[in-house]
């Protein structure tokens, strides 16, 4: 039982914790979900530090020591009963780790992807503005955010682009990486499965099942979203779940791609079910008919002009709430029944989602 005793002395004190908006159940069982780097395993550490010493035992199933030996059911299930322990957290956990889970008064399962117990489940999302910023919502915080990203330990660190070199080599086996790097060059733009593959091929010996299992893989984790568009033809628009990461493996993509994955990654982690526009450039939510539109850097003037010439097609689309999502510029103007509202970023993230 040395391997539980190590376990159950952990400190669960973090160092440069954010907090996180995302509220846990207490004294219920659940498991938490999210794509690798997105601070789970801080997030729970943190949990469990508000829970009294002793009466909770936290596993991690990456642990080197699961490698030479397959974890003792029997042994883990004597001493929770030894130690009274009330929380048992397994994190890392993947299908197959342990056959027969004990009894205890909370199970919490910690994981990439939904596994095969069924618990209540909620998913952690990289950081949005309001969790990078502190509250602290300003131009400034913004900028930092379009540089540094949405990963936690990108962000709190003084060196991000070491951190996101890490995390590229650490979180992501080979195979992995070489799919990554493809699907960077595809961020934000409309694409088929079959353009990944055909891209992939001019760089790497790959299997096309291999990497359409893999495309599945990430968007089942949370790595890759494929948004719908409105607009007919092929193709999904791709969204890598972190802006700085992307830019990070794609070194030309250009800033009016990252502004608009900031966007859409807002739109996603509030829930909002959306699907993608090439023209008018934007976002149509599809509970609400909200449209939400990205330019960047386009005055009240200039914008004024395209919704006159385009307003044909904003009439079609029935949406009488228009957001414009900008950098610094703030205007707002009317063409018959449809409201035309422009904010920056930082200013319109708290709205997006009502």
Request: aromatic share 14%; proline share 3%; charged share 25%.
């Amino acid at each position: 039982m040395e391997i539980f005793e190590q376990f159950f002395n952990i400190n669960t004190k973090l160092d440069n914790y954010l907090p996180r908006s995302l509220v846990l159940p207490k004294e219920k069982s659940f498991q938490l979900i999210g794509a690798r780097a997105t601070g789970k395993s801080a997030l729970i550490l943190n949990y469990l530090h508000s829970l009294p010493k002793g009466s909770y035992l936290y596993i991690d199933c990456q642990d080197p020591t699961f490698i030479l030996e397959e974890l003792n059911e029997y042994e883990l299930e004597q001493f929770l009963k030894e130690e009274n322990i009330e929380t048992l957290v397994l994190d890392h956990y993947f299908n197959g780790f342990i056959e027969k889970i004990p009894k205890v008064k909370q199970l919490i399962i910690v994981s990439r992807e939904i596994t095969e117990i069924v618990l209540p489940t909620f998913r952690l999302y990289p950081l949005d503005f309001i969790e990078f910023s502190k509250s602290n919502i300003s131009s400034s915080s913004f900028n930092n955010y379009t540089k540094r990203g949405s990963l936690p330990s990108v962000s709190i660190s003084s060196e991000h682009f070491v951190k996101l070199k890490e995390i590229f080599f650490e979180k992501f086996d080979e195979g992995d990486g070489k799919v990554l790097l493809i699907l960077s060059l595809f961020n934000t733009k409309i694409t088929t499965t079959n353009q990944i593959y055909k891209k992939a091929k001019e760089h790497f010996k790959i299997s096309k099942d291999w990497l359409y299992q893999t495309l599945q893989k990430f968007e089942d984790e949370g790595v890759l979203y494929r948004l719908k568009k409105l607009e007919s033809g092929f193709g999904d628009k791709i969204i890598l779940y972190d802006f700085a990461f992307a830019k990070y493996l794609n070194k030309y993509q250009p800033f009016i791609n990252t502004f608009d994955s900031i966007v859409a990654l807002a739109l996603i982690k509030q829930n909002i079910d959306i699907v993608a526009l090439s023209s008018p450039f934007g976002y149509l939510q599809l509970d609400t008919n909200k449209l939400t539109l990205i330019s960047p850097f386009e005055s009240s003037e200039s914008f004024w002009l395209k919704a006159q010439k385009n307003f044909h097609t904003y009439q079609q689309l029935t949406s009488k709430d228009i957001q414009i999502v900008t950098i610094s510029n703030s205007y707002e103007f009317k063409i018959k029944d449809i409201t035309f509202k422009a904010m920056p970023f930082f200013e319109w993230v708290g709205f997006s989602g009502e």
